[in-house]
Each structure stands twice: as structure tokens, then as C-alpha cells.
């Protein structure tokens, strides 16, 4: 932060070399424009204080019981789906964020990740991997067809890629619904197993949420680090080089069609991680539709909410509207329901009726209005 | 085969054929005749992605929520005249309203959603407004969520109930009723008054100028705002058009439609080459003969992965389309 500060803002008259050469800079450290209703200051603090809250939630005798008592939501599990969607949203925020490249099938990683896990774990099936080494194959699988998407489409331009993704993430979901021999079609694969820790046995894993909370949260917390770091790695740089002007990176000796596969294949492994651990969670591989299109666009509102390419952004975003859909609009439905404001039962006083309305309307203000996102990263430009 | 859970225009026809080596033919022509009168409705929701992305080389992902909104005011529209039930003359009559009112509707929403929503992102990177689209596809979506509710709709099948149901061919096995009549009766026109329009008159000759070269059209004095605006109001007037011929001809509308058909007809546009106007008839039939060929052939549930498949396909080795020429992407 301070570093920032000392740094002369410099004119806007070379804003051309500026860009190109931000866009190649090692650093990165978050400069919030003035724009920003959040200070850097406060988003320091809430970058302290949101992980603690979340690390000492469950630890808080109770809590998770009297909330569930009060608005018949398990916080607790809700905040675990949370953290999972983050994992979906980082990896989304890989190939649109950092490289530029609008990808609208993430839903189609996400349960082929499930998936995998699923027909790796299951009783009726004769693999019965341990969940571990079934969610170490659901990354790598996912990330593998990742590649072989991306590799002979990249070269296309944005909103034909954009097509493409797509076309192949309905393709995966009608695959994954009408095979019913391999995916159960609509009824899912179940039950997946525990994963497997010592000293936890599997009956805790079932009794306790606050196992699978903890696990995921460590991974989240993992993944965080890690996209930090590669964020100023040599190939965090290149993607964002690519992004902001492909023909001068290729001038750099950038190898942008590697730079692209790359994106592609990180945000598909980490969506495949996502759906394990999604599958994991419910227990089950939830049938197709809960990969479908709107998966896809929630996530994508979730990060240009939030600000592409920018990793707090993209948890904010997460934050705010899956928290939304998964957390605040069950509840506010829930009081409405008690307090008899909707005696006639009108669908309009309904909030989960109004989330594609919402979503669409983010999208539409964000590009409108605030194309960089709340949070936005520092040079981040708009898809 | 998928009979069971089959399109509603199937459903009646399958069982009258056997699968004797002499009925192939007429079971193929059947195929081949159902995909066709779908294809020339593909065509006409393909025309307005093509006119629009052909003026402004935008995805406009709203299109074919705007058609399943036509929909939904033919389903009201249909209610308040009364048409459930009534003589041919006022069926006719009444759908000649609704083919009216319905497009005017559709094309006014579009060019209003094109003032608010994309003008303001004309000098945007090109992928703001594809997202400002998607946007605007999910609030439509969600209003026609409010308006015709969460299940599937059934629409009327006026033309069969109200007109007759005979089958146009006399005797013969292949079936081609009325209602098959009224969607090429329709389409067809439509494409040819469409041709015509922009090959002949002025603000035609604006479109395909703006089309072109927009700097260079507005040089030579055309209001390239109006022009955009107009080719949304047409875009919006044919999906509108089209809404009503679907209604009539499916039977079943939901607020979900949308996607799908838009995908359906978005991958017709580009399969004949997206910015033709000949190529989105083009491609709007073969897609309506692989839908009709893929249920009758492969397996109705298999239809829509193979039509995606086909999206892909093509966008990866032929992105210009069928008839479309080769042009290198300025740098």
C-alpha cells in the first residue's frame, strides 16, 4: 500500500505506453480507484477481519443453531457452498479476468469435476476411489478437457469463443442427462462418500458440518494464495499482457496461444476441483441441471460484480450475490411468508422469483456504469 | 426412439408409419417436410440476429428471449379476443391482429432496449455489450417468468381446431395439414418482402452501407443511430412474427424457450454466415431439417447436443459460414 502511494501518478498524456507497460509491470498491489466507495484502508481491514469472521464462525457455540432456529437456513453449509463457489468463481476469473476471454460454458468444468468425483466414489460403481485421489483426478480430467476445447478454438475471436463455451457447456449438460447409463441422468449419482482425514471418522463428517467447512475454506484459502502469487508470476503477467493488447505481447516474445491454453486449462482444473468438492458436499452429483447456462452466468456476474481480474473483487462478488441467492433470499422469503405480507400469495413478493431479474440487471448497470467492477484491479479493463 | 416425450407435431404422425422398406421414403419425405416449415421459422429468428450483427457485430443474446416475450403477448392477446372457440372467420381475423400487434411490440422493446442498453456501449470494448445482452436476455427472462409463470403453457391450436385439419395432400401419407400451410404462408413472404427491402430502398441501402463501414456511411450522410435503430425495430419485428407462427404451430410456450430457440436460430445464422441475409435462410433450414431428420433418425433427446455440436463446428472451421466470404480480421 504505502509503496503505492509513493508512486507519482503519472500523466495521462502517455496513458498509451502507460497501459502497455502496467500491463507488463510485476506489481500489483491493489490501487481502489477514487472512485471506489470502499477505501483501501477499510478494504485492507475487511481483507483481515472476513477470513478471521469465517475462520471463528463455527467455533462460536451455538451460533450456527440459533441462526438455523431463527431463519431455517444452516449458515454453516450455506457459507461452505460459499466458499466453494469462490473456488469456481477464481477459476472463471483466470480466462475472463486475467486473459480477456469471455467463457460462458464454466458450468460444463464444474460438473464434469462433479461428476468424475461421483462415478469415482460411488457404491455402483466398481472404482470406489478414496475421495482424495477421485478429487486429484476430477482437477486433472477437468483441466485436461479443458485443453482440448481450448486448443483449437483460442484462435477464434471473442465472441465466437465466447459461442463456442457456450455450445460445449450445453452440449455437457444434455450429455450428462441423457447418458443415463454413466450419470443417472436427472437423478444424479449418490451417495458419494465421506472424504477421508485422520482422526476424523466418517460419521463426524455426517453429524458436523464444520469438517467439510474447514476443508474448504483451507482450500479456498490455498487457491487464494496461490492465484496470488501466480497473479506476479512471469505467466500472471503474460495473461494480462495478452488481455490488454495480444499483437504487442506477441512482440515481447509472448507465446500467446500457450499464454491463452494455459488460462483455459487452470480455470477448468479449478472449476473441476470446485465440483468435487460441490459433488462431495450435497452427497451427491445433483443431476444436470444444476450445471446449466445460468450456473455459468451466475458466476460471470459474480466477477464482473466483483472486478475482473481482481481477486478480492472476485470474492466480494461471490459474496454478495450468492450469498444472495443462496442465504438472504430463502430468508427474506421465509419472514415475508410468516409475517403475512403475502396473504394472496402474489409471486411478485417472492425474492427468488426476482433472481434472474437481478442478475441480468447487474450485468447491464456493471457494464454500464462501472465496467471495472467494485473492487477493481489495478489497469483492469473491461472484457 | 424417443416417442414418449416427443414435439407435440410428431406425436400424431409416427404411429401411422410402419417400418416397412416402402414406407422409408414417405417416412423421410415426412422428416424432410416437418424440418422445413421449423426451419423457415428458425430462418426468420436468424434473420434478426444476422441484420443486427450484420450493423453492429453484436451477439444480440436477448433476441430469442424477445421472441419468447412475442409469445406470451399472442397467448394474452389470444385471451382477450376471445379466439379459444371461436368461427374461422374471427380466427382468422384474430390472427391476423395478433401477427400485427405482436412484431410492432417486439420491435418497439428492441429498439427501446438498444437506446438504453447498447447505444450508450457503442465505443465499448466488443465484449460490453455481449454482456449488457446477457443481461438484458435474463430480465426478460425473468419477466416473462412473471407473466406466464414457471410452468409450460398451452397455447391454443387454433388453426386445426377453429379452420380444419385436413390433410392438404389428399389421401396421400405425408402429412401436410393447414397449419403446416400457415407457417410457409407466412415465412416465405416475409423473407421475400425482407430481401427486397434491403436490396431496394433507401434506408435498405443505409443498412447495408452501415453494415459496410459505418464511418464511411456516416461521411456520406446517414444517420447510423437511426439505421442501427431501424434494424433492431425489424429484427425485433420478425422474431415478433415468428413468435406467433411458433405458438400457433407448437402449442406449447414457456418462459424458457428462449434460450434454446435463440441458440437454435443463432446457430442457423452463423451456419449460413452471420451478417448474410440469404445465409440466415439458408441455415435456418438445414437446421430445422437436422432437428426434424435428428428426432426422427438419431433420437429426439439427441437433437439439441447434435445442433451445438454443429455450432461448434462450425465456429471453429468455418466462422464465415456457408455463404459466407472470407475476411481477415483487421488488426
Known amino acids: ?383 | 426412439m424417443a416417442s414418449s416425450n416427443s414435439l407435440p407435431l410428431f406425436s400424431n404422425r409416427k404411429s401411422k408409419f410402419e417400418n416397412r422398406k416402402s414406407k422409408m421414403w414417405e417416412t423421410f419425405l415426412q422428416h424432410c417436410l416437418i424440418g422445413l416449415t421449423n426451419g423457415s421459422l428458425f430462418a426468420l429468428i436468424a434473420l434478426g440476429y444476422t441484420m443486427v450483427y450484420g450493423i453492429i457485430e453484436l451477439v444480440n443474446f436477448a433476441h430469442g428471449d424477445l421472441f419468447m416475450l412475442g409469445c406470451f403477448l399472442a397467448f394474452t392477446l389470444l385471451a382477450w379476443l376471445g379466439l379459444q372457440g371461436a368461427g374461422p372467420v374471427w380466427t382468422l381475423v384474430g390472427i391476423g391482429l395478433i401477427l400485427i400487434i405482436v412484431p410492432i411490440f417486439c420491435g418497439s422493446l428492441n429498439v427501446a432496449v438498444d437506446r438504453i442498453v447498447y447505444r450508450p456501449l457503442r465505443g465499448a470494448p466488443k465484449l460490453a455489450p455481449l454482456v449488457s445482452a446477457i443481461g438484458v436476455s435474463f430480465v426478460m427472462m425473468n419477466v416473462g417468468l412473471f407473466w406466464g409463470g414457471a410452468a409450460d403453457l398451452n397455447f391454443p391450436d387454433l388453426i386445426s381446431q377453429n379452420l380444419s385439419n385436413h390433410n392438404l395432400l389428399g389421401n396421400s401419407p405425408i402429412q401436410f395439414t393447414p397449419k403446416d400451410l400457415m407457417v410457409i404462408a407466412t415465412t416465405v413472404p416475409i423473407m421475400i418482402v425482407l430481401t427486397l427491402f434491403v436490396q431496394f430502398t433507401k434506408l435498405g441501402k443505409a443498412m447495408r452501407a452501415t453494415a459496410q463501414n459505418p464511418v464511411a456511411a456516416q461521411l456520406m450522410g446517414i444517420n447510423v443511430d437511426r439505421v442501427i435503430g431501424a434494424t433492431f425495430a425489424i429484427g425485433g419485428g420478425l422474431a415478433g412474427a415468428a413468435s406467433v407462427i411458433y405458438a400457433l404451430y407448437i402449442n406449447t410456450i414457456s418462459f424458457q424457450m428462449g434460450f434454446q430457440n435463440g441458440l437454435y436460430a443463432f446457430t442457423a445464422a452463423v451456419l449460413g454466415g452471420i451478417g448474410k441475409i440469404p445465409g440466415a435462410v439458408l441455415g435456418g433450414l438445414v437446421i430445422g431439417l437436422v432437428r426434424a431428420l435428428g428426432s426422427g433418425y438419431i433420437g429426439e433427446k439427441w437433437t439439441s447436443p447434435l445442433i451445438f455440436m454443429i455450432l461448434i463446428v462450425i465456429l471453429v472451421f468455418r466462422p464465415t459460414g456457408l455463404l459466407g466470404a472470407q475476411t481477415r480480421e483487421k488488426v
Open chain 1, 1 to 383: 500500500m504505502a509503496k503505492d502511494e509513493k508512486q507519482p501518478k503519472k500523466s495521462s498524456a502517455n496513458s498509451d505506453l502507460r497501459l502497455q507497460g502496467a500491463a507488463l509491470l510485476p506489481d500489483y498491489a491493489q490501487q481502489v480507484s477514487k472512485r471506489s466507495p470502499i477505501s483501501p484502508n477499510s478494504v485492507f481491514r475487511a481483507e483481515i477481519i472476513l477470513p478471521l469472521l469465517f475462520l471463528l464462525y463455527p467455533l462460536i457455540p451455538g451460533l450456527d443453531n440459533w441462526l438455523f432456529s431463527r431463519t431455517n437456513t444452516s449458515m454453516g453449509s450455506q457459507l461452505t457452498l460459499i466458499f466453494i463457489f469462490s473456488i469456481l468463481a477464481i477459476g472463471l476469473n483466470v480466462v475472463v479476468g486475467y486473459s480477456g476471454l469471455l467463457h460462458l460454458g464454466i458450468a460444463a468444468f464444474f460438473g464434469i469435476g462433479a461428476y468424475i468425483t461421483g462415478i469415482l466414489t460411488v457404491p455402483s460403481y466398481p472404482f470406489q476411489f478414496g475421495f482424495w485421489i477421485a478429487l486429484a483426478i476430477a482437477t486433472f480430467g477437468a483441466g485436461l478437457l479443458g485443453v482440448i476445447l481450448a486448443a483449437p478454438t483460442l484462435r477464434l475471436r471473442g465472441d465466437y469463443l465466447a459461442l463456442v463455451t457456450l455450445g460445449f457447456g450445453e452440449v455437457v449438460r444434455f450429455s450428462i442427462r441423457n447418458l443415463e447409463e454413466i450419470t443417472a441422468g436427472t437423478r444424479g449419482l449418490n451417495p458419494l462418500p465421506s472424504p477421508v482425514l485422520p482422526f476424523v471418522s466418517e460419521a463426524s463428517w455426517k453429524i458436523d458440518y464444520r469438517w467439510f467447512y474447514y476443508l474448504t475454506l483451507a482450500m479456498l484459502l490455498a487457491i487464494l494464495w496461490l492465484m496470488r502469487n501466480l497473479e506476479r508470476s512471469r505467466l500472471g503477467r503474460a495473461w494480462i499482457a495478452v488481455r490488454e493488447d495480444e499483437l504487442a505481447a506477441t512482440c515481447m516474445g509472448i507465446n500467446a496461444a500457450r499464454v491463452k491454453l494455459s488460462a483455459f486449462a487452470l480455470s477448468a482444473a479449478l472449476a473441476g476441483l470446485a465440483g468435487g468438492l460441490y459433488a462431495t458436499k450435497l452427497t451427491s452429483t445433483a443431476g444436470p441441471d444444476a450445471f446449466d447456462f445460468n450456473r455459468s452466468m451466475i458466476m460471470l456476474c459474480c466477477i464482473i460484480l466483483g472486478g475482473l481480474g481482481s481477486l478480492r473483487g472476485t470474492l466480494l462478488g461471490v459474496l454478495i450475490l450468492i450469498g444472495f441467492d443462496n442465504v438472504l433470499a430463502p430468508i427474506l422469503d421465509g419472514v415475508i411468508q410468516q409475517s403475512g405480507i403475502n396473504a394472496s400469495n402474489s409471486r411478485f413478493l417472492v425474492f427468488s422469483n426476482w433472481r434472474m431479474f437481478i442478475f441480468g440487471m447487474t450485468l447491464i448497470l456493471i457494464m454500464r456504469y462501472r465496467p471495472m467492477g467494485l473492487l477493481p484491479a489495478r489497469m483492469a479493463k473491461a472484457a
